[in-house]
């Protein structure tokens, strides 16, 4: 993405750059800049983040009726941009200690790059959230591509990285399940599906 491009342009590199993620993680991450600025991972992830808004939207009009589809529209394309931003810097400061701690050399900007493109299958996960236990693949999906990202961005063993990301995700699985647990428990208000099902993908836990 460069100064001057099109919207029509940078929808077309956001889509195909998050195709090659999908289809491609290991190709890409090999070839992934670790520098360049972060104006275009940040892009990327926005751009992504407000289609997996609109992604959640059209699933809820179907489950809800046009007007809960509406609703969640309204508030969702209101929070998204600061959501995403915030939660897209905080996320990776966290996987950024984890990487250096697992003896990664590369700096904060490849950490936001790293984390920013894997979060190009959220569209994908999305969907597939809608889905009983299905979710639980897109959940898995996202932290396999940060595995791959560890090994052939930041030089970590495939091992460490594996353990490390593999203990991540069943603590924060197991987080999820104690909120909704504590929720219904305290009637706190229904856990619907699709809460549940946002908090197994990567937009979905960058909101968690």
């Keep these: 993405m460069r100064q001057g491009d099109t919207f029509g342009g940078i929808i077309r590199v956001i889509a195909g750059t998050s195709v090659r ?13 670790k520098q360049g600025g972060f104006r275009a991972p940040f892009v990327f992830l926005l751009v992504i983040g407000l289609f997996d808004m609109l992604l959640l939207s059209l699933l809820q009009a179907v489950v809800m009726g046009p007007a809960g589809g509406l609703a969640f529209a309204e508030r969702a394309f209101a929070l998204a941009p600061i959501a995403l931003t915030v939660s897209g810097f905080v996320l990776t400061t966290v996987f950024f200690v984890f990487w250096r701690l ?107």
Excluded: C, D, N
């Excluded at 900007?109 to 994908?124: D, Q, W």
């Excluded at 593999?166 to 305290?186: K, P, T």
């Design 102 to 208: 697992m003896g990664s050399s590369q700096s904060y900007e490849t950490a936001y790059r790293t984390f920013a493109y894997s979060y190009g299958i959220s569209p994908l996960t999305t969907i597939l959230g809608f889905f009983p236990y299905v979710s639980l693949i897109g959940f898995l999906w996202w932290f396999s591509l940060l595995v791959i990202a560890s090994v052939y961005v930041h030089g970590v063993s495939r091992f460490k990285a594996t353990f490390v990301f593999g203990v991540l995700a069943v603590a924060l699985l197991v987080f999820i399940g104690r909120a909704e647990h504590y929720m219904v428990r305290h009637r706190l208000g229904p856990v619907p599906h699709a809460a549940r099902m946002a908090s197994q993908t990567p937009a979905g836990a960058a909101r968690v």
């Design 21 to 33: 993620v999908i289809t491609h993680p290991v190709a890409f991450f090999q070839t992934m800049p």
